[in-house]
């Protein structure tokens, strides 16, 4: 079913989530179930963390879900080392998308090419591998000009994807937040959404404010609540 102007069919919606479980709980029948849902649904990933990447990676052998994980998540206080070694670890796991925490001290403390190097140690151990990189700048702790500034952190690290949140801050994904982001990058990169999206309404006013991922633990739900004959505006 094709989608037409704003709307999104079921295809097209399923194909910007990253179904996520970052729980600090979560068991491998958890993961399993994961796995099985966004091969169901066709999610665009499924985004564990790296304990589970390996297994992940087993269940979803030969589907079109990618293994995403995070890296130096949730406080992005890490040394830039560590980040490598978890970035080469998960790659070597069988991840193909990292999603990670930037230092949000060095950013709040002005020092753009340390938040730089920092990144770009991932970046640098997910290009050979062709992995994505997606860094997420904690938007509730920033005010707007240090989002702009994260933005261009990250693109000058060699990331391809600018994330709002963790989901584990004192705040999730915001529209204006979404529109800043995408304002900032244009068209030269992606924007991904994370943190609270828990109904179709809040899926689609993210996609419509500019993002084209959207990290949710209701990837499930969000599908089901569209319509499978036509399509629903954003």
């Not at 099985?36 to 879900?65: I, K, Q, R, T, W």
């Not at 560590?82 to 080469?88: D, F, G």
């Not at 000009?145 to 004192?170: D, P, Y």
Request: proline share 2%.
């Amino acid at each position: 079913m094709e989608a037409s102007g704003n709307g999104w069919t079921r295809e097209t919606l399923a194909g910007t989530i990253d179904s996520t479980l970052l729980h600090p709980g979560a068991m491998p029948e958890d993961i399993r179930r994961l796995c099985e849902e966004a091969m169901e649904y066709h999610f665009a990933s499924v985004c564990v963390n790296p304990c589970y990447v390996a297994f992940a990676a087993e269940h979803l052998s030969g589907s079109d879900v990618a293994v995403c994980t995070v890296v130096g998540f949730p406080l992005g206080a890490n040394l830039s080392d560590v980040k490598a070694q978890e970035a080469l670890f998960a790659l070597r796991d069988g991840a193909r998308e990292l999603d990670m925490v930037l230092n949000v001290g060095l950013l709040k403390a002005g020092d753009l090419s340390g938040v730089e190097e920092d990144i770009r140690a991932v970046t640098e151990c997910a290009r050979g591998e062709g992995a994505l990189v997606k860094v997420i700048i904690e938007a509730c702790l920033l005010d707007d000009g240090e989002k702009v500034a994260a933005c261009g952190a990250v693109e000058r690290a060699g990331a391809l994807f600018v994330k709002t949140s963790t989901g584990f801050g004192k705040g999730g994904a915001t529209v204006e937040d979404v529109r800043l982001l995408r304002r900032t990058v244009g068209n030269r990169m992606g924007v991904k959404a994370s943190g609270g999206i828990r109904i179709l309404e809040d899926a689609l006013r993210m996609l419509d404010a500019g993002a084209s991922r959207l990290g949710t633990s209701s990837g499930a739900a969000i599908i089901e609540a569209l319509p499978r004959r036509g399509h629903l505006s954003a």
